[in-house]
C-alpha cells in the first residue's frame, strides 16, 4: 500500500493540469465547459473570496439536484485550499461526485493522507472522515491502513472517526471483512463513551453475528450506555437486547406461561409452533425443577437501561421498551407503559410509531396500559392515520373504556376512523364472550344511524358476529331485513342477503319476501349482491322449494344472461345442482349439504396479530416484513452459556487518555455540586452498587469484579472509607465503572487528624482528572468526616501564606456536616511546579491551619507521544537536562508489566509506545508551565536497569528521579 | 443507515437532496408522492412506506416533507427523532424553517447535514457543537461576510466534540451572566357535554436560556417536586440526583435549550381554568341553527386569561352564521367551515358571548354532530399545575448570575364536546 501512496504523492501540481487535459472525461467536459465558463475562472483565480463564491454556487446546484460534474477538475485542484470553508465545500463535492470520476478523484488522496498524519486531532479525524467517504476501490488499501491507524490513535475522537469508517469500507469492498473485524475487536475494547455508540454501530453493519466479540466488553457496555451520545445508545440496546436473548434464561419460563395469555382470549389462536415452544420450555422447567435465579449480567443490563426511559429522545425511550418487553420479567415490563404514553404527546410521527408497538404490546400483555387508557382517547384533531392506530389500541387494551367513548367515535366525521372503530368493536366482540351482547345491541342501534358508511360497516361485522351464535339473534336478523329497502352500500346488502339465506330457517317469512324484492331489483344490483340473490334463491329452493320454486326460476333465468361470466357460471352451476333433472348426477342429491353446510365462524383478528416475532421497534416490525439486514431475535436458550464468558483478565494500563463520564459516573464539577459523596466521583470507584436492594448489591458487586482492572483491587483498601460513605449516599440503581483507567494507585494522605481537628478529619489524595475550572491546576480532593458528636458548619478554605504564584481554587463551602458525616470536595492548588507545600486555613467553627504538599509526580499530567515524536524531544533534552541512575530491580518486578505500573504509581505520566521489549518510556507535562518530562526506563541482564529522566526543569527532573527510583527498588 | 435526504415542498417539488453515500435517485420519490396522493390530508401519509429497494421515512414539519431514505433495517423512530432534529437545527439556525429560509441558505444546510451525519450515522447534532463548527447567519455578519469575504464556517476547531460535556462548547464568556427559566405548561383536555371533564393532563416543559461564562454548574430545585413524576431530561441533567434528590443538577449547555419536559396526568391535580357555556342546536326540517356561546373564567387564582381563541368545525351542512360577538371578532370560512372567534382578555365582569343564527342548506338534513369547539387561551405568570421553583444555585464559578423564572400557562389541546 505504501508504495501506492507514494505514486499519488508525486503527482504534482503541474502533472494535474495535464491529467487534466487528456483524461476522458474530457470531451464531455470541453463541451459543457462553456456553461460554467465563469465558475471555472472564479475558481482558478487566486481570491479565495471568489473560490467561495463559486463553491456556494456549486454546491447549490448539487442542493437543487443539477449535475455539476464536469466542473470535477476545476474544484479538485482546490482541495489544499487554506480557506477553511472552501476546503469543506471542496469535500462535500468531492464526496459527491468521486465515484463518478474516479481517476481524477485520486489527485486529492494525497492531501488527505497530509491530513491524516497532521498533529491536530480534528484534522486526522476529518482527513479520515473525507477520505473513507470517497468511494473509489482503488484505494481500499489506503483506507484500510489509515482505519488500522486511526484506531489506535490517541485521541477518542479519531477513534470514533475510524469506527465510522468500517461500515464506509465494508460497503466499498466486502472482501475487507475479516480485517475489519480484527479493528472492530480492539475498538470494541475501547473504554470511552465516545466511540461505544459508533463501534457498535460498525458491529451491527459489518459482523452482527460474531456475537463471541460482545462478552467481555458487554459489562463495559453496559455501564458507559447512560453517557453514551443518544444516538449511540439507541443502536447499543439493540444490539445487547439480542444478546441477553442469547446468553440468559428466560425470567418467565417458571410462571408456565399462564399469564401470558394472549388478548385475544382463549389459547386457540396462538401460533401452533409458539404453544409447541411453550409447552417444551415448560417440559424443560419442570424437569429442571430449579427455580430461576436471573443472572448478575441480565440484571445489570436491566437496571443499567431503566434511567434511559427518561430521555427525550424518542427513539431511545422505544428501545429500552423493547429491550423491556423482550426481556425483562412480566412483574417489571410495567414501568415501559408511563414511557410509551408520554411519547404519544409527540409529533404525529413518532405517535404513528409507537402506536403501532404498543398494539403489538397490549396483544401480548393485556393489562398494561389500562391506567394509561386515558391517553388513548382520540381527539378530533388527530389525523385519521392516528385516530385509526389509537381505535386499535384502545379497543386492544380494554373493551371497558369503549363502552363509554365510541359513541362519540362514531359520531366522528372521518369515515376511515369511523369504519376501523366498528371493525375494532367487532374483533373485541368475538374475542371476549361477556361484552358480546353488549357490542352486539350497540352494533345493531348503528343500523338506524343516518350514515350509509356507518350502517355498511356495522351489517358487516354484525354479520360476523351473528354467524357465531345465530339462533338467539332471530330479531336482529329481521331487522336486517328490513333494511334491504334502503341500504345501498353493496357490501352491507350483500351481507344482510348472506344472513337471511344462511338462517332462512330462523326467519322463515321473511326470507321468501325478501327473495321477491331482490328479484325485482336484480338487474341493478351490484355483482357481490347478485352473487348473493343466487345464493339465497338457492338455499330457499332447498328449504322451502313450494314457496320459491318460480321466484328461483326467475332468478336464475336473469342470471343467464348477466353482462358477468361469473354470474352466469354460477347461474348454470347452481341449476344443475339443484333443479332435479334426469341428467343431472348424484350431487344433486348433496346438494342441501353443500349449500347449508355449518360454516366456521370467522375469527377476528387484529391487524397486529402476527406481528410480534419481529423485534419491538424496527422498521420490519411497523412493516410487518422482513427488512434487509433484520437480525433475527433469538429464542432464549434452554440453558444458559457459560457467564464465565464475560469475565474480564486484568488489563495493562498503557492508555492513560479516556473520558470522564458525566451523567452518573459523575464529573468532577459534580463533585463539587454535591456536597455528599457522590458515587464514583472520589475515586473512580468500580463498585458502587445498588445499595437500595442489599439482596442486589451483592450480587452486583459480583458482577463487576469482573471487569475491574488489577489496580483499582488494590485500590480496595484505599476506598473502604468512601464506600461506605458511597452506601449511604448512593439511591441510584446504577452501578459504576470506571472510564478512566487510573494510570497508578491513588494514595490518600491526612491533612487534619481528627484529633488536632476536634472531631474533624480531612484527607486528601491527588485525584488525576484534569481540573475543569482552571486546566493550570492541580485537582486535589477532599474527604472530610466528622467524628465529633456536632454538626460542623460553614466548612470553607481561606488561602494564606501562599507562595509568590500559588494560586487555589476554592471548594465551595460546606454548610452543614452532620455529626458521623462524611462529604467531599475538590480543589484545584497551581502548585507553580514546585513541591513547596501549599499553606491553607480551614475555617468553620474553629480555624485550623494545614498544608498540602504534593509529591512531585503529581505535579504533571500525562500527555500522548508517538515513538518518533518522543526520540525527537529526547534529542533536545540532553545534557543539563537528562538525568542517569543505574539500578538493580528486585527479581519479582522485573517483568514489563510491574515496571509500567510502579512509574505511573509514582508519577502521573503516560507511556509511549516503543519498538523495543526491554524499554518503557513514559511522557508527560507539568501543570503549570507545560514543561515536558520524560522518562525511560531500560532493563538489562538480571535485573540491571537505567533510568532517564530528561526535564527542561532540573529540580523537578532530579526529584522524579528519585521518586521513580524509590518506587522500582522499594 | 440514513442513505439520502429529500426535502418536498408543500407543491410536491423537490427543493433539496442530499446524498450520505451512493446517490439515490430521486425518482424514488414517485412513490412518496402516490402514498401522497392516496392519503386525503397531508399529515395522513404514512409515515413509513416501502418502496422495492428502499424505504422512505418521512416527517411533516412548517408544511415540508423531509423524506429520508433508507435501504437496511434501522428503528424508524431512529429515523424519526433525526429528522425532527434536523428540522429543530434549522429553526434554531434561521429563525424559520421554511423553504425560501433553506433555499436562501443552502449552503449552510449542506454543511450542517454533512456535520449532522457521517455515513448517515448522527455525528453531532447537539446544537452548541454545530455553532461552533457552523456559525448561524446574521444580518450583520452576512453584510461582513461579502464585504471582507470572510466566512461562517468556525475557524477554530471545536473542541466541545471532544470535551466530558459534548453539549457546552469551551470558552464561554460574557459580561452579563444571566439564566431565565420558563416554566410553561399545556393543559390538554376533553370537556363533555354537561360541562364534565372527560380528561385533562398538563404537558410541561422547562426552557432555559443561559449564558454563563466559563463552566457553571447549575442546581435547580422545586417546592414541589412531587408533581415531577413523569420527566424527561435533556442529556445534561443527572440521573441519579434527581431520583436520590428530586434536585435537578446539571452544566447547561450554552443558550436556548429545553431542560425538561413533565407531564401531569392525574386529573385531580389539573385545574380547568375556563368554562364554557354553550347552546347549539339543529331542528329537523328548519335550515336555520341557533348559537349560543359563553366564556368564562374558573380556578385560574385570579390571574387574567388572556389571548383567547375559539375555533370550531362547523357540520358540512352549514352555509353560513350570522352571530354577534359581545367583544373581539368572529370569522366564519364558508369554505372549510371553520368558525373562529377571537376573543382576547377574558373579564370576568363581563362574560364574552357570542350569538346568533347559522344557515342550513335548504332541504339538508339535520347534521347528526354538534360541532366540538377548540379554546386556546394564555395565563402569564402562573403554572396551573402549582409547580415552583424553589431555587437556583451555581457552583464552579465565582460571578453572582443573574437569574429569573417565568411561568406561563397555555391551552394546548382544549377541546369541549357540545
Known amino acids: 500500500c505504501s508504495s501506492s501512496s507514494c505514486v499519488f504523492r508525486e503527482v504534482s501540481e503541474e502533472q494535474r493540469c495535464d491529467i487534466v487535459a487528456s483524461s476522458t472525461v474530457n470531451s464531455f467536459w470541453m463541451f459543457s465547459s462553456c456553461r460554467h465558463d465563469d465558475l471555472k475562472e472564479m475558481l482558478d483565480s487566486n481570491k479565495d473570496s471568489l473560490k467561495l463564491e463559486a463553491m456556494k454556487r456549486i454546491v447549490a446546484m448539487i442542493a437543487r439536484g443539477k449535475n455539476a460534474s464536469d466542473l470535477f477538475p476545476a474544484v479538485v485542484k482546490n482541495v489544499a485550499c487554506k480557506n477553511i470553508e472552501v476546503k469543506k465545500l471542496v469535500y462535500v463535492y468531492l464526496v459527491r461526485y468521486a465515484e463518478e470520476q474516479q481517476d481524477l478523484a485520486l489527485l486529492s488522496i494525497s492531501t488527505f493522507q497530509r491530513g491524516l498524519k497532521d498533529p491536530n486531532q480534528l484534522i486526522r479525524a476529518s482527513a479520515l472522515r473525507v477520505l473513507s467517504s470517497i468511494r473509489v476501490t482503488i484505494i481500499v488499501p489506503i483506507m484500510m491502513l489509515a482505519i488500522k491507524e486511526a484506531a489506535s490513535d490517541m485521541s477518542p475522537y479519531v477513534r470514533k472517526t475510524a469506527a465510522h469508517a468500517i461500515p464506509k469500507l465494508y460497503s466499498l469492498d466486502p472482501e475487507q471483512k475479516d480485517q475489519l473485524i480484527e479493528v472492530i475487536e480492539k475498538l470494541l475494547a475501547d473504554k470511552t463513551t465516545l466511540v461505544a455508540g459508533s463501534v457498535v454501530m460498525a458491529f451491527e453493519e459489518v459482523c452482527p453475528e460474531r456475537i463471541d466479540l460482545i462478552h467481555k466488553n458487554y459489562r463495559k457496555l453496559c455501564n458507559l450506555l447512560i453517557d453514551v451520545e443518544e444516538w449511540g445508545q439507541v443502536v447499543i440496546i439493540n444490539m445487547l437486547t439480542r444478546y441477553a436473548r442469547t446468553q440468559f434464561l428466560n425470567p418467565n419460563l417458571n410462571d408456565g406461561g399462564s399469564g401470558d395469555k394472549t388478548f385475544y382470549g382463549s389459547d386457540e389462536d396462538e401460533d401452533d409452533d409458539e404453544k409447541e415452544n411453550k409447552e417444551k420450555a415448560e417440559a424443560a422447567a419442570l424437569a429442571k425443577r430449579k427455580p430461576y435465579v436471573m443472572d448478575p449480567d441480565h440484571r445489570l443490563l436491566l437496571r443499567n437501561t431503566k434511567p434511559l426511559l427518561q430521555s427525550r429522545n424518542a427513539a431511545v425511550v422505544m428501545a429500552v421498551a423493547q429491550l423491556y418487553f423482550h426481556l425483562a420479567p412480566k412483574a417489571e415490563v410495567g414501568v415501559i407503559a408511563k414511557a410509551l404514553v408520554r411519547l404519544l404527546r409527540s409529533h404525529s410521527e413518532v405517535q404513528f410509531v409507537v402506536l403501532q408497538n404498543v398494539a403489538t404490546m397490549t396483544i401480548r400483555r393485556r393489562g398494561m396500559f389500562e391506567p394509561y387508557l386515558k391517553s388513548f382517547y382520540i381527539r378530533s384533531t388527530d389525523p385519521t392515520l392516528i385516530k385509526i392506530l389509537k381505535g386499535n389500541g384502545v379497543l386492544g387494551v380494554t373493551i371497558w373504556c369503549l363502552l363509554l367513548s365510541w359513541q362519540t367515535y362514531i359520531k366522528s366525521m372521518d369515515k376511515d376512523f369511523v369504519a376501523a372503530t366498528i371493525q375494532a368493536i367487532g374483533r373485541c366482540a368475538t374475542n371476549i364472550g361477556e361484552v358480546r351482547d353488549t357490542c352486539l345491541n350497540g352494533l345493531v342501534q348503528l343500523l338506524s344511524n343516518r350514515d350509509e358508511l356507518v350502517v355498511a360497516e356495522s351489517v358487516v361485522v354484525i354479520k360476523k358476529l351473528l354467524q357465531m351464535q345465530p339462533e338467539k339473534h332471530s330479531d336482529i336478523i329481521k331487522h336486517m331485513a328490513k333494511l334491504t329497502d334502503n341500504i345501498q352500500v353493496p357490501m352491507a346488502r350483500a351481507s344482510i342477503l348472506w344472513l337471511i339465506g344462511e338462517y332462512c330457517e330462523h326467519v322463515p317469512k321473511i326470507a321468501p319476501d325478501v327473495l321477491r324484492k331482490m328479484a325485482k331489483s336484480f338487474t341493478y344490483e351490484e355483482d357481490i349482491v347478485k352473487l348473493q340473490i343466487l345464493n339465497l334463491a338457492a338455499k330457499l329452493y332447498l328449504t322451502n322449494s313450494k314457496q320459491t320454486k318460480l321466484l328461483t326460476q326467475y332468478v336464475l333465468n336473469l342470471a343467464k344472461y348477466d353482462q358477468n361470466y361469473d354470474i352466469r357460471d354460477r347461474a348454470r352451476f347452481i341449476r344443475q345442482l339443484i333443479v332435479p333433472t334426469e341428467k343431472s348426477g348424484a350431487l344433486s342429491k348433496y346438494a342441501k349439504k353443500l349449500f347449508l353446510a355449518l360454516k366456521p365462524a370467522p375469527v377476528l383478528e387484529s391487524p397486529f396479530k402476527d406481528r410480534d416475532h419481529f423485534q419491538l421497534g424496527s422498521l420490519s416490525h411497523l412493516l410487518n416484513a422482513k427488512a434487509g439486514g433484520y437480525q433475527e431475535l433469538p429464542d432464549w436458550p434452554e440453558a444458559a452459556p457459560d457467564p464465565s464468558v464475560r469475565n474480564v483478565e486484568v488489563k495493562e494500563s498503557v492508555r492513560a487518555v479516556g473520558t470522564v463520564t458525566y451523567r452518573d459516573t459523575g464529573a468532577l464539577c459534580a463533585l463539587q455540586a454535591s456536597q455528599k459523596v457522590d458515587g464514583a466521583q472520589v475515586a473512580p470507584a468500580p463498585d458502587a452498587s445498588d445499595s437500595e436492594q442489599s439482596r442486589s448489591s451483592s450480587e452486583s458487586e459480583e458482577s463487576d469484579e469482573g471487569s475491574e482492572s488489577e489496580e483499582e483491587k488494590e485500590n480496595k483498601n484505599k476506598k473502604k472509607v468512601v464506600k461506605k460513605a458511597v452506601k449511604e449516599s448512593e439511591r441510584c440503581r446504577i452501578s459504576l465503572l470506571p472510564t478512566i483507567t487510573p494510570s497508578g494507585t491513588l494514595k490518600s494522605y491526612e491533612l487534619l487528624h481528627r484529633i488536632t481537628g476536634e472531631g474533624l478529619s480531612v484527607e486528601y489524595c491527588f485525584g488525576r482528572q484534569p481540573f475543569s475550572p482552571d486546566a493550570n491546576m492541580v485537582a486535589v480532593q477532599l474527604q472530610f468526616t466528622n467524628n465529633s458528636t456536632s454538626e460542623t458548619k460553614n466548612l470553607h478554605m481561606k488561602d494564606v501564606k501562599l507562595q509568590s504564584g500559588m494560586r487555589v481554587k476554592e471548594f465551595p463551602e460546606i454548610e452543614l456536616l452532620p455529626a458521623g458525616d462524611t462529604a467531599s470536595a475538590v480543589m484545584g492548588i497551581d502548585f507553580c511546579d514546585s513541591t513547596q507545600a501549599a499553606n491553607l486555613q480551614l475555617t468553620s467553627t474553629r480555624k485550623f491551619f494545614v498544608s498540602i504538599q504534593p509529591p512531585v509526580g503529581e505535579l504533571m499530567r500525562p500527555v500522548f507521544l508517538t515513538e518518533n515524536e518522543f526520540k525527537r524531544e529526547q534529542g533536545q533534552l540532553m545534557g543539563m537536562n537528562e538525568l542517569t541512575e543505574k539500578l538493580i530491580l528486585d527479581a519479582k518486578y522485573r517483568n514489563e508489566h510491574a515496571i509500567v505500573q510502579r512509574v505511573t504509581t509514582a508519577a502521573h505520566l503516560s507511556r509511549v509506545p516503543c519498538g523495543s521489549d526491554n524499554e518503557c518510556r513514559f511522557a508527560g507535562r507539568t501543570v503549570t508551565s507545560g514543561s515536558l518530562v520524560l522518562v525511560t526506563v531500560a532493563t538489562g541482564e538480571e535485573g540491571v536497569a537505567q533510568l532517564t529522566v530528561n526535564c527542561e526543569k532540573m529540580v523537578i527532573g532530579t526529584m522524579l528521579v528519585k521518586d521513580i527510583l524509590l518506587a522500582l527498588t522499594q | ?418
Open chain 2, 1 to 418: 443507515m440514513i442513505h439520502s435526504l429529500f426535502l418536498i415542498n408543500a407543491s410536491g417539488d423537490i427543493f433539496l437532496e442530499k446524498h450520505w453515500k451512493s446517490v439515490v435517485s430521486r425518482s424514488v420519490c414517485d412513490y412518496f408522492f402516490e402514498a401522497q396522493e392516496r392519503a386525503t390530508e397531508p399529515e395522513n401519509v404514512p409515515p413509513v412506506i416501502p418502496t422495492p429497494h428502499h424505504y422512505l421515512i418521512s416527517v411533516l414539519r412548517h408544511r415540508i416533507y423531509f423524506v429520508a431514505v433508507i435501504q437496511s433495517e434501522v428503528p424508524p423512530l431512529f429515523v424519526i427523532e433525526f429528522l425532527h432534529r434536523v428540522v429543530d437545527t434549522f429553526q434554531d439556525y434561521f429563525g424559520v424553517c421554511t423553504e425560501a429560509a433553506i433555499k436562501d441558505n443552502v449552503v449552510v444546510v449542506y454543511e450542517l447535514l454533512e456535520e449532522m451525519l457521517d455515513n448517515g450515522f448522527p455525528l453531532a447534532t447537539e446544537s452548541n457543537i454545530l455553532k461552533e463548527l457552523i456559525k448561524p447567519p446574521t444580518i450583520l455578519r452576512t453584510m461582513v461576510n461579502t464585504i471582507t469575504g470572510s466566512t461562517n464556517v468556525g475557524e477554530q476547531l471545536p473542541t466541545g466534540q471532544l470535551s466530558v460535556v459534548p453539549w457546552r462548547r469551551t470558552g464561554v464568556k460574557y459580561t452579563n451572566n444571566e439564566a431565565y427559566f420558563d416554566v410553561v405548561e399545556e393543559i390538554d383536555a376533553i370537556i363533555d357535554k354537561s360541562g364534565s371533564t372527560i380528561t385533562a393532563e398538563i404537558q410541561g416543559v422547562i426552557d432555559a436560556c443561559v449564558k454563563l461564562t466559563g463552566m457553571p454548574d447549575l442546581t435547580l430545585s422545586f417546592m414541589n417536586p412531587r408533581l415531577l413524576d413523569d420527566v424527561s431530561f435533556h442529556p445534561c441533567v443527572r440521573f441519579k440526583r434527581w431520583e436520590a434528590e428530586r434536585i435537578l443538577s446539571f452544566i447547561p449547555p450554552d443558550g436556548n435549550f429545553r431542560l425538561l419536559s413533565y407531564h401531569v396526568s392525574s386529573q385531580n391535580l389539573v385545574a380547568i381554568p375556563v368554562y364554557v357555556k354553550h347552546n347549539i342546536t339543529f331542528r329537523e326540517g328548519s335550515s336555520q341553527g341557533r348559537f349560543d356561546l359563553t366564556l368564562g373564567p374558573k380556578q385560574t387564582m385570579g390571574k387574567a386569561v388572556e389571548s383567547v381563541l375559539v375555533s370550531s368545525q362547523l357540520p358540512r351542512g352549514v352555509l353560513n352564521a350570522n352571530l354577534n360577538p359581545s367583544q373581539g371578532a368572529y370569522t366564519f370560512d364558508p369554505v372549510t367551515k371553520l368558525l373562529t372567534w377571537d376573543v382576547g382578555k377574558i373579564n370576568p365582569q363581563k362574560l364574552p358571548n357570542l350569538k346568533g343564527t347559522m344557515n342550513l342548506q335548504a332541504g339538508a338534513s339535520k347534521p347528526d354532530e354538534n360541532p366540538t369547539i377548540n379554546i386556546q387561551f394564555k395565563i402569564q405568570q402562573m403554572a396551573i399545575s402549582g409547580l415552583k421553583v424553589n431555587r437556583l444555585d451555581m457552583y464552579g464559578e465565582k460571578y453572582k448570575p443573574f437569574k429569573g423564572i417565568k411561568y406561563m400557562t397555555k391551552a394546548g389541546k382544549f377541546q369541549v364536546r357540545t
